[in-house]
């Protein structure tokens, strides 16, 4: 039972990145998803939850309009498409599965560093 | 919806009684949750629905608390278990983190 992130790196101020999940050892389609970002020494962020089937997606106010959040569940994976990223969206972003209809999370990956600079 | 989390860190000894607490600005109902990180590491899931354990969490943790204030206890503080907690309401979106206690020996 895992999850793994991919896609983080080195991207300049206004670039685009887009992050991915892939979940194994459990039925993908019945749980929520969730992004988290931590910052160095900071309390994590969370940043959008997508719902079993992928109908409906949750934004913090912070990425609301950047971000965008899908799942296709054929690959059990949970992608997170980043745009106008900033200095200030240089974090650790965690995959993170929602318990059982509520959007605690029992299950986290490794997380993924997105650096943001010039 | 803010979380407070008391203290910011915490020194104590081994065997200790450790509580931390969780101040909601506002009434999340049992919606809170207690996570350990470990540097370097993942959230690990301590406790859900406030008192719940989640399967395979030693038994000197527990929580406690209803509406907008929660605690959590390390009752016989152990070695392994020097770490950052943090507390989350899942009452409503936006989900909220506490801002951490750092527990050191």
């Known amino acids: ?118 | 919806i803010q979380m407070t989390q008391s203290p910011a860190s915490l020194s104590a000894s081994v065997g200790d009684r450790v509580t931390i607490t969780c101040q909601a600005s506002r009434d999340i109902r049992h919606y809170l949750s207690w996570y350990q990180q470990m540097p370097g590491k993942a959230p690990k899931l301590l406790i859900y629905d406030v008192s719940t354990l989640e399967i395979g969490v030693p038994s000197r943790f527990s929580g406690g608390g209803s509406g907008t204030h929660f605690t959590f206890t390390i009752s016989g503080l152990q070695p392994e278990d020097i770490a950052t907690y943090y507390c989350q309401q899942y009452g409503d979106f936006p989900l909220t983190f506490g801002g951490g206690t750092k527990v050191e020996i």
């Open chain 1, 1 to 118: 039972v895992q999850l793994v992130e991919s896609g983080g790196g080195l991207v300049r101020p206004g670039g685009s990145l887009r992050l991915s999940c892939e979940a194994s050892g459990f039925t993908f389609g019945t749980f929520a998803m969730t992004w988290v970002r931590q910052a160095p020494g900071q309390t994590p962020q969370w940043l959008s939850s997508i719902t079993n089937n992928g109908r409906g997606t949750f934004y913090a106010d912070s990425v609301k309009g950047r971000f965008t959040l899908s799942r296709d569940n054929s690959k059990n994976t949970v992608y997170l498409q980043m745009t106008g990223l900033s200095v200030d969206d240089s974090a650790v972003y965690y995959c993170a599965k929602g318990a059982s209809g509520y959007h605690y999370f029992d299950l986290w990956g490794q997380g993924t560093v997105v650096t943001v600079s010039s």
